[in-house]
């Protein structure tokens, strides 16, 4: 376990590392790009997942918002779970097309 794990005094502060990622997504208007952001918690969650990826921009914008994340018990794991998800649905917002 790493050092800053032990400053949680209570699991109600659900203390996290961040961790950020950047990635573009390739739609026929141009390619968006998202920042995706992942918590790492000092202590496992009620689901014992230690990871939670969430993109900076929703996807399906007009029809119904999708914000993609991920959780999962490694890092690796929580970002592909987000980067799958920003995959699911188009990028519909402003700057798109």
């Given at each position: 376990?790493?050092?800053?794990t032990?400053?949680?005094?209570q699991?109600?502060?659900?203390?996290?590392?961040?961790?950020f990622?950047?990635?573009?997504?390739a739609?026929?208007?141009?390619?968006i790009?998202?920042?995706i952001?992942?918590?790492?918690?000092?202590?496992p969650?009620?689901?014992?997942m230690?990871?939670?990826?969430?993109?900076?921009?929703?996807?399906?914008q007009?029809?119904?918002p999708y914000?993609?994340?991920?959780?999962g018990d490694t890092?690796?794991?929580?970002?592909?779970e987000?980067?799958q998800?920003?995959?699911?649905?188009?990028?519909?917002?402003?700057?798109?097309?």
């Open positions: 376990m790493q050092e800053w032990f400053a949680q005094r699991p109600s502060e659900e203390l996290a590392q961040l961790h990622f950047s990635m573009k997504k739609q026929p208007g141009g390619d790009e998202f920042v952001t992942v918590k790492e918690y000092a202590r969650n009620a689901q014992s230690l990871f939670f990826a969430q993109a900076d921009k929703q996807t399906n007009k029809t119904l914000t993609p994340c991920g959780w890092l690796l794991k929580a970002l592909s987000c980067m998800a920003i995959h699911r649905f188009p990028y519909e917002g402003l700057d798109a097309g």
